[in-house]
């Protein structure tokens, strides 16, 4: 199993990148499957079934979200009814859409984190266990964990150490430098990074960022343009005991 994951995608800048080398890595890696976090494809907040479907296109199997799923009210529909798309697992009852995905033998598990995450979420921890008792032992499974603390994301690299394929961190945009195969035999980064606009801070107008910072008053802040970044991660896992093998970086420059 060869697997790519692709950090958080920006705005059409990060998506259009992504639409557009996702073929091309695909035929140079030998990748068997791609899953990407979502929760920012439109607009740069939230998730709508035009660009989600651009993303299937291309060749993603399985996309992830996050705190800003549910930022448009017209993807909810979308996310009941679609099977390769998820939201954090550990929403509340009752919130659209599934925690779990699942493309040929690849299992994508979505959780958020709590810690400085600004809503009252159920415990990831746990769902994650009660998750993984129904999902078949032939499956490669892969945790997102989409969080702020880094702390938070490494704890739930321990709890999961053997018990899965991959955890890997989304949310702060920024790539970590700590891939790294776990004792027993879990891939694990901090956080895959984004994919979007290059010259940005976390992919969104350098100049409105710096408008927010400097004055303190509300300030919309567009996604940005220009040269892409893409940030990803290469997991390796062996067929016979579904656990990784290897987690190499894969960043690129998309003009």
Not at 95 to 104: E, L, S
Not at 120 to 128: H, K, L, S
Not at 157 to 177: C, E, F, K, N, S
Not at 179 to 208: F, H, N, P
Request: charged share 20%; aromatic share 6%.
């Amino acid at each position: 199993m060869r697997l790519l994951f692709l950090g958080d995608i920006v705005g059409s800048c990060g998506r259009d990148a992504v639409v557009k080398t996702v073929p091309q890595l695909r035929r140079e890696l030998g990748l068997d499957c791609v899953i990407v976090n979502g929760e920012n494809i439109s607009g740069g907040r939230g998730i709508n079934a035009q660009a989600a479907e651009e993303l299937f296109g291309c060749g993603v199997d399985l996309i992830s979200g996050g705190n800003h799923t549910f930022q448009h009210r017209e993807v909810y529909e979308y996310l009941d009814h679609t099977p390769g798309i998820t939201r954090p697992l550990n929403m509340p009852p009752g919130a659209p859409g599934h925690g779990v995905a699942t493309a040929g033998n690849v299992t994508l598990v979505n959780i958020i984190g709590r810690a400085f995450m600004g809503s009252d979420y159920d415990d990831p921890f746990r769902a994650v266990d009660g998750a993984l008792t129904e999902i078949p032992g032939d499956q490669f499974v892969l945790v997102d964990i989409h969080a702020e603390a880094t702390s938070e994301k490494q704890a739930m690299g321990w709890y999961l150490d053997g018990r899965v394929m991959a955890v890997i961190g989304t949310h702060t945009h920024v790539p970590t430098a700590d891939q790294r195969m776990l004792k027993r035999g879990t891939a694990y980064c901090t956080d895959a990074g984004m994919c979007g606009a290059r010259d940005s801070v976390i992919g969104d107008e350098i100049d409105a960022v710096l408008s927010r910072f400097l004055t303190q008053m509300p300030t919309r802040l567009p996604p940005a343009k220009g040269e892409a970044i893409i940030n990803g991660l290469v997991i390796e896992a062996d067929d016979a005991t579904r656990r990784a093998t290897s987690i190499v970086r894969c960043d690129r420059i998309v003009s």
